[in-house]
């Protein structure tokens, strides 16, 4: 008797498992607002509806997007029915910090809007980052291991929205001159030294003479001295960064080993010590990537202001289904580059408009394939009227 009771407490457990769909793990434990309001989804039971099993699956399905694109750029999302999320993979070039600014209209804030930042692991698979935790919010992001990213968009069930985003860059170090910029850098990487022997393995930045060299980033003082070619030089490293700061050519070192330093805290002076005995005072400021040597400084330090092309002011065909009236290649990114070529559309092609930029648009085929398209004619479809002839 009793083992006629364990098999049937073994079956009836067997059985539970199998007749019930596992419920993710955010249901339990939610983190972000779009996993909170998974949660009230699956409370709701809309995991069962049409319009919540569109949602789900949109929303897992962009995750493999393989539409991809470089910042500084500026895109405008239609988000909603069957596209009630849209994703964009990215990368961030070395020495730069990534700032993701979402936009809406005032008065398109109603719907939902959530954005997840993930980047790609090395199996493929995506790995969240960050998060926008409230409206009005910008994401960061310094990218040190030359990660692949990948932004998700989403908005509610049953909801629509437009989202302009826009992509932009800064330096990741702060500038090691003390009231200095860009424009006083003389002397950049690569350039010839010593007749040809040599390359410059960093940047010179023309300053008085006393003038503070600072920490371009929070770290502590690995080593001081003094060598035939820097003079008097200082070497910052840093635990959270790959990256060891070179300061050379001091007239004085202000800091020594094992100290510890935040961005802005003077270094040392700027001189011209070591073989810059010749010239006039300046910084040789150099960059050394843990297991690969120099790398060029000036992305890291370059403070211009980055040019971006600007969204057109109206969304006349945004979240439409419309014909290319002539012919236009479909691109895997909005810079639109030619060995990002998918394939060539044929006038009267249908695309669904799921996004715009300044020149040009992000677009859904019927076969569901979706790319970038540069701005041509277009003509709105009526697909009852097309049904009917």
């Given at each position: 008797?009793?083992?006629?009771?364990?098999?049937w407490?073994?079956?009836?457990v067997?059985?539970?498992m199998?007749?019930?769909?596992?419920?993710?793990?955010s249901?339990?434990?939610?983190v972000?607002?779009q996993?909170?309001?998974?949660?009230e989804l699956?409370?709701a039971k809309?995991?069962?509806?049409?319009?919540?099993?569109?949602w789900?699956?949109?929303g897992?399905?962009?995750l493999?997007?393989s539409?991809?694109?470089?910042?500084?750029?500026?895109?405008?999302?239609?988000?909603?029915?069957?596209?009630?999320?849209?994703?964009?993979?990215?990368?961030?070039?070395?020495g730069?910090k990534?700032?993701?600014?979402?936009?809406?209209?005032?008065?398109?804030?109603a719907?939902?809007f959530?954005?997840?930042?993930?980047?790609?692991k090395?199996?493929g698979?995506?790995?969240?980052?960050d998060?926008?935790?409230s409206?009005?919010?910008?994401?960061?992001?310094?990218?040190?291991?030359?990660d692949?990213?990948?932004?998700?968009?989403q908005t509610g069930?049953?909801?629509k929205?437009a989202?302009?985003l826009?992509?932009t860059?800064?330096?990741?170090?702060g500038?090691?001159?003390s009231?200095?910029?860009?424009?006083s850098?003389m002397?950049?990487?690569g350039a010839d030294r010593?007749g040809?022997i040599r390359?410059?393995?960093?940047?010179?930045?023309?300053?008085k003479?006393g003038?503070?060299?600072v920490?371009a980033?929070?770290?502590?003082?690995?080593?001081t001295?003094t060598n035939?070619?820097?003079?008097k030089?200082?070497?910052l490293?840093?635990?959270?960064?790959p990256y060891s700061?070179y300061?050379a050519h001091?007239?004085s070192?202000?800091?020594?080993?094992?100290?510890r330093?935040?961005?802005g805290d003077?270094?040392?002076?700027?001189g011209n010590t070591?073989n810059a005995?010749t010239?006039?005072?300046?910084?040789?400021?150099?960059?050394?990537a843990r297991?690969?040597?120099?790398?060029n400084p000036?992305?890291?330090i370059d403070?211009r202001?980055?040019?971006?092309?600007?969204?057109?002011?109206?969304?006349?065909?945004?979240g439409?289904?419309?014909?290319?009236?002539?012919?236009?290649n479909?691109y895997?990114s909005?810079?639109?580059d030619?060995?990002?070529k998918?394939a060539?559309l044929s006038?009267?092609?249908?695309?669904?408009i799921?996004?715009?930029?300044s020149?040009g648009?992000?677009?859904a085929?019927?076969?569901?394939e979706?790319?970038?398209?540069?701005?041509?004619?277009?003509?709105?479809y009526?697909?009852?009227?097309?049904?009917?002839k």
């Amino acid at each position: 008797m009793k083992y006629g009771r364990r098999l049937w407490f073994v079956m009836l457990v067997v059985g539970i498992m199998t007749s019930c769909k596992p419920v993710p793990v955010s249901h339990w434990f939610p983190v972000t607002p779009q996993e909170h309001y998974e949660r009230e989804l699956y409370k709701a039971k809309m995991e069962k509806t049409a319009a919540g099993q569109t949602w789900f699956r949109v929303g897992e399905a962009v995750l493999n997007d393989s539409i991809f694109s470089m910042a500084p750029y500026q895109e405008r999302f239609f988000l909603g029915d069957s596209f009630p999320a849209q994703a964009i993979r990215l990368q961030v070039p070395e020495g730069r910090k990534l700032v993701i600014t979402p936009l809406r209209d005032p008065e398109d804030t109603a719907a939902h809007f959530f954005m997840e930042l993930y980047k790609i692991k090395a199996n493929g698979k995506p790995q969240r980052l960050d998060y926008l935790s409230s409206e009005g919010q910008t994401l960061t992001y310094t990218n040190e291991n030359s990660d692949t990213l990948l932004l998700r968009l989403q908005t509610g069930v049953n909801e629509k929205t437009a989202v302009s985003l826009s992509l932009t860059t800064l330096p990741a170090l702060g500038f090691p001159v003390s009231g200095h910029g860009i424009s006083s850098v003389m002397s950049f990487w690569g350039a010839d030294r010593d007749g040809g022997i040599r390359s410059h393995e960093g940047v010179d930045i023309r300053a008085k003479r006393g003038t503070p060299v600072v920490a371009a980033q929070n770290g502590f003082i690995t080593q001081t001295g003094t060598n035939n070619l820097g003079g008097k030089v200082v070497f910052l490293s840093s635990l959270s960064s790959p990256y060891s700061l070179y300061y050379a050519h001091l007239d004085s070192q202000l800091v020594s080993v094992g100290e510890r330093v935040v961005v802005g805290d003077t270094l040392g002076l700027v001189g011209n010590t070591g073989n810059a005995i010749t010239t006039a005072p300046h910084l040789h400021f150099g960059i050394y990537a843990r297991g690969s040597g120099a790398v060029n400084p000036l992305p890291f330090i370059d403070d211009r202001k980055e040019k971006i092309a600007g969204l057109p002011e109206k969304s006349r065909w945004l979240g439409d289904t419309v014909r290319i009236k002539r012919k236009a290649n479909l691109y895997n990114s909005p810079q639109l580059d030619n060995e990002g070529k998918i394939a060539s559309l044929s006038a009267n092609t249908l695309v669904r408009i799921i996004g715009e930029m300044s020149k040009g648009f992000r677009v859904a085929l019927e076969n569901g394939e979706k790319g970038y398209i540069p701005t041509v004619p277009l003509e709105a479809y009526n697909r009852q009227i097309s049904s009917a002839k």
